[in-house]
């Protein structure tokens, strides 16, 4: 592998700002079954009053209650707990949808304010 192949490959810089892209690409489409899915995810999170915590589960849950398909998230789904109001807890639980399998999924805490 070259220099120049090296460098390309290895780009922190870059490689946040293809991520920044790719994260509005996604979101643009998709804002309001977004916008939806943030909310539930925070309701969920403050009913849990001492640890105020909600998974991926959480934000699909309030898709559907809301009469959206789940689909209509898409990769959307990766931005419903970005911002400075959500923390990563370093926990995991199995996701109780069905078409997930169990597959894992990361438990956030709320940390925003109310």
């Known amino acids: 592998m070259t220099t120049n192949q090296l460098a390309a490959t290895f780009d922190t810089a870059a490689s946040i700002a293809m991520r920044e892209h790719g994260m509005a690409m996604a979101t643009a489409p998709r804002l309001t079954v977004l916008e939806v899915a943030r909310r539930a995810a925070r309701a969920a999170a403050k009913s849990r009053s001492y640890e105020r915590w909600a998974t991926i589960d959480d934000a699909y849950l309030g898709i559907i ?50």
Do not use: I, K, Y
């Open 65 to 114: 209650a809301a009469g959206h398909d789940p689909a209509e998230l898409g990769p959307a789904a990766g931005s419903v707990f970005r911002g400075s109001e959500w923390t990563a807890t370093g926990r995991w639980l199995p996701s109780t949808r069905v078409s997930n399998h169990a597959r894992m999924v990361r438990v956030w805490r709320w940390v925003g304010s109310c």
